[in-house]
């Protein structure tokens, strides 16, 4: 196995409805210039797809992959368990509004997405998976990005730097709030 010369991520979802959810993984690998590559693969509707997926990722020598899943989300376990590649897991609270019975407890998972949090985190000693927490695509892929960095570090240095925007945001905001008093700060805010 081979790992890809360029930064490479693969981002993989259980069902059409977690593109809602793991698109911000996209957005942020984007801003960063990561190439990634995206697929539905789920781990009960196509159990052989889901093999085929990890000898592929492989090949195509992906550094990390995203796996979003809802429910019983045995997707990034099981890609887990069909190679060495780093798994992240982004636990997915399921919402799907395309569903053919239109009442809520339809759209949504039972358990608010803990149901798919424990589901991946809970894989048995010596098959470990990490995860995000519900819904949070974007973390993944930063952290997807903090692997890569070990490799690349062009990527270090984006990082670092995305490290100390974050930090200048606060201070911006800070100085604007001692300046306008918290309640004018605000109503300016949230209007
Ligand atoms: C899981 O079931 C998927 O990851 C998705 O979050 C959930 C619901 O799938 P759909 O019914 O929206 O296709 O396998």
């Known amino acids: 196995m081979m790992f890809s010369k360029k930064p490479l991520v693969g981002i993989i979802m259980g069902s059409s409805s977690d593109s809602r959810v793991m698109q911000d ?13 995206d697929q539905i693969v789920s781990a009960h509707r196509t159990p052989s797809r889901l093999a085929e ?21 045995h997707l ?12 992240i897991g982004v636990p997915i609270l399921v919402y799907n509004d395309k569903h053919p019975q239109k009442n809520n407890t339809s759209k ?26 519900i819904n949070k695509a974007g973390n993944a892929a930063i952290y997807a990005m903090k692997i890569l960095a070990n490799e690349f ?23 604007q709030l001692k300046k306008e008093g918290l309640s004018k700060f605000a109503k300016n805010k949230f209007k």
């Open 25 to 37: 993984a996209s957005k942020v690998l984007d801003q960063f210039k990561i190439k990634h590559e």
């Open 53 to 73: 997926y990890a000898q592929h990722a492989e090949k195509m020598g992906f550094h990390v992959i995203i796996a979003g899943a809802g429910g019983a989300a």
């Open 76 to 87: 990034p376990g099981m890609i887990a368990s069909h190679t060495v590649i780093p798994v």
């Open 108 to 133: 949504f998972s039972a358990f608010g997405g803990l149901d798919s949090l424990l589901s991946i985190t809970e894989m048995p000693s010596g098959s470990p998976v990490v995860a995000v927490g």
């Open 153 to 175: 570090p062009e990527l270090k240095k984006k990082l670092i730097q995305y490290k100390s925007s974050q930090h200048d945001s606060v201070i911006k905001e800070s100085e």
